[in-house]
């Protein structure tokens, strides 16, 4: 039986170890060498390392004395390997049991055998190989448009022929010094379909990027470098040249063109990109469209200035050849290259909530508080779909429509509870409040170790729109100190409270839930069980829109209690399913689209939630909690995780069914007793600086006192 060299090189992935070196260990094949070559890791990733090579005799262990790169340390493990074949994974990554074993099994007399690549951005997952097939293509070079060697067992008296390995110059493609002798000297290509490795997606490239998440200036030379030594190397060889130079006009099309219009390189890396282009062959040159021609003209003869303006046009035009296909692409050059341009408009608020959908939350109580008392200024509401009845009269814009972008551009204020999209750039001279919209309970952004959403980017995006932020409102220290770490936000926080909750402390706030009662029609002389959940990361139908399966058992809470309660049921935001009640009229009431939740915590005598923020902000209301978490374990343990120790420290007990809740309501004075200590302590931490006032003092705070 052929021994496998298999060679992981390892750069601080401390939280990926188990996962790639576990599948590794658990081949089906068995006989491996696991060579761990350790890239200068910090301490708490080598300690990981020599304790997980405890578990496997096959596995070694060998630490480079500082960190050298990827290549090097491949190189390193290809110099040390004794196995017949080497296969070499990436630490973040991992491969499904049978994986070698199909490999092996397959590769017969080739030189090499390649299978498929999956990306993925989620825990681990068992997927079967039900069937394989090997397919051979008849252009090898299609193959390597990865420029990746990962996932490919390779004959080692192959790699020792041609003396095959890795530039240790650049960081970012030093496979390419491997993969073009590789191609080049092979005289198939096979891919075994079916056979499938796992490269998992890092979600967070700011704490934790790989490589190919670096700078994109570094990447872009780290590549101009390894084209230029290779090109030279192989000048006597048509298909190396062909493929390098295709790789180069992908990467010029795709990132230098964008990358290079709004950043000026330094004058060594522009004689470098010069060099490379200068190598390019004409046949493929004259393939590129009129445009690209220009400008590689440009450069190789030198002109930095007039390349640099040849790509400004490039882009613009391109964004308004989409512009005339896409209208919200129009407006969104405007908006670059107009409104922005134009004089701001110093009195001019700008208000958003949960991305045009409600007329609610922090920005309502703000904008309510300077309607009434700062006169001087202009306001404007964003909307999704329909405007608002809002008091004041102020104009309103529809979300992403020629008007939204005008007022954006044109505004200094901008106030939001949520991000707004990151293709608006802040000019200079705007002011960026984020309210936020709750005290968290669940792992923020930075704080989570994985995202489980529909946009893997999540990460990289949050980071990214919270640099524009100029204040973020907090609601208490807890809040200040997880947004500080979890957001990276160092810029000046307004600790009064969140205004949304002003509503709560005001002097006739039992005449207005009386009001709001008999607006919404609810049975007079009935007590209001409020249902606020939140939505699960891992069920959802695409970014920003996810699913929700009812679990309360309306039922029987009507059949158990209909005679003294009805229940109002307020779905998240981000939840997209409409949920069909009809069949409990007169008993459950469906206000998910009810603008204002305050409202709705002022008409009710009970909160049933389960990892949502609302009992925060229901808490200042000192009425009773209960949480319906019927799925803690999967949420706690792997979706998301908790700041707090929610079995010890909410106000509130935890239900695991529909029965337990109804039980709960039916002795509801007797909770509310026995978690009277639990519930004054968590308000004495949550609630300490609501006084009703903060929509006041942050105004004051931003815009100055009033005039």
């Known amino acids: 039986m052929n021994k496998i060299s298999v060679i992981i090189p390892i750069y601080n992935t401390t939280e990926f170890l188990d996962d790639c070196i576990g599948s590794v260990s658990e081949q089906t094949y068995r006989n491996l060498e696991i060579l761990l070559i350790n890239d200068g890791s910090d301490e708490e990733c080598t300690k990981k390392i020599i304790s997980l090579a405890k578990n496997d ?172 030594q290779l090109r030279d190397k192989y000048q006597q060889n048509d298909e ?112 958003e909530s949960f991305l045009g959908k409600n007329y609610s939350d922090s920005p309502k109580y703000i904008y309510e508080y300077m309607q009434k008392y700062c006169p001087e200024y202009k306001f404007v509401w964003i909307y999704a779909d329909q405007r608002r009845e809002i008091p004041g009269n102020p104009k309103q814009v529809k979300r992403f429509s020629f008007a939204y972008y005008y007022y954006l551009g044109r505004s200094k204020y901008w106030v939001s509870n949520s991000r707004l999209p990151k293709h608006l750039n802040k000019r200079k001279g705007n002011i960026y409040i984020q309210t936020w919209h709750g005290t968290p309970l669940k792992k923020l952004v930075f704080d989570m170790k994985d995202v489980y959403s529909a946009n893997p980017n999540y990460k990289k995006d949050f980071y990214e729109q919270s640099r524009r932020w100029d204040y973020l409102v907090s609601a208490n220290q807890y809040s200040s100190d997880i947004f500080r770490r979890a957001f990276k936000y160092s810029k000046p926080m307004l600790e009064y409270g969140y205004p949304r909750n002003d509503i709560m402390y005001a002097e006739n706030r039992d005449q207005i839930a009386k009001s709001i009662k008999a607006k919404l029609g609810i049975p007079a002389g009935k007590r209001v069980i409020l249902y606020a959940p939140t939505w699960r990361d891992d069920e959802y139908y695409g970014a920003g829109k996810y699913k929700f399966s009812l679990k309360l058992d309306l039922e029987r809470m009507r059949n158990e209690l209909g005679e003294d309660y009805v229940v109002i049921l307020r779905m998240h935001y981000f939840i997209a399913d409409n949920l069909d009640i009809g069949d409990y009229s007169g008993f459950a009431f469906n206000f998910s689209k009810y603008d204002d939740i305050a409202d709705l915590y002022l008409i009710s005598d009970i909160l049933i939630t389960d990892y949502s923020s609302v009992f925060f902000d229901y808490a200042n209301l000192r ?13 706690r343990d792997t979706l998301r995780g908790f700041y707090i120790d929610i079995e010890r420290e909410v106000p509130g007990p935890l239900l695991k069914t529909s029965g337990d809740v109804i039980n709960a309501i039916k002795n509801i004075e007797k909770i509310e007793e026995e978690y009277r200590g639990k519930y004054k302590a968590f308000t004495e931490r949550f609630c300490s600086w609501e006084k009703g006032v903060a929509s006041e003092q942050i105004v004051k705070h931003v815009f100055g006192p009033k005039k």
């Open 57 to 228: 005799e096959r596995i070694e262990v060998h630490h480079l004395s500082r960190r050298k790169g990827v290549g090097c340390a491949r190189n390193y493990g290809l110099e040390i390997a004794t196995g017949q074949y080497i296969y070499f994974l990436d630490s973040d990554d991992y491969i499904s049991k049978e994986t070698l074993q199909e490999l092996v099994e397959n590769i017969g007399d080739y030189e090499l055998i390649s299978g498929q690549i999956e990306e993925i951005n989620k825990e681990p997952s068992e997927v079967g190989n039900s069937k394989t097939e090997i397919v051979v293509d008849k252009d090898k070079t299609r193959q390597f448009n990865n420029k990746s060697v990962l996932h490919r067992l390779i004959s080692k008296a192959f790699i020792d022929k041609y003396q095959l390995r890795f530039n240790e110059d650049v960081r970012c493609y030093s496979d390419l010094a491997f993969v073009v002798p590789l191609m080049i000297n092979i005289t198939k290509a096979p891919q075994l379909l079916g056979c499938i490795y796992f490269k998992r997606f890092r979600n967070d490239p700011i704490s934790n990027p790989s490589l190919m998440q670096s700078d994109m200036g570094k990447i872009i030379i780290d590549f101009i470098t390894i084209y230029n």
């Open 240 to 351: 190396a040249q062909s493929f390098l130079d295709k790789q180069f006009l992908n990467l010029y099309r795709n990132e230098i063109i964008g990358y290079a219009s709004i950043r000026k390189f330094s004058q060594v890396e522009f004689d470098q990109l010069r060099s490379a282009v200068s190598k390019l062959d004409k046949k493929q040159l004259a393939k590129m469209p009129l445009m690209i021609r220009s400008e590689l003209k440009q450069l190789i003869k030198g002109k930095q200035n007039l390349f640099s303006k040849l790509l400004k046009v490039h882009v613009n035009l391109g964004l308004l050849r989409r512009g005339y296909r896409s209208r919200t692409k129009m407006y969104l050059q405007l908006y670059r290259s107009l409104f922005t341009k134009m004089p701001m408009k110093e009195n001019y608020v700008v208000f």
């Open 623 to 635: 009425r009773p909690i209960l949480f319906f978490t019927y799925d803690l374990e999967k949420y």
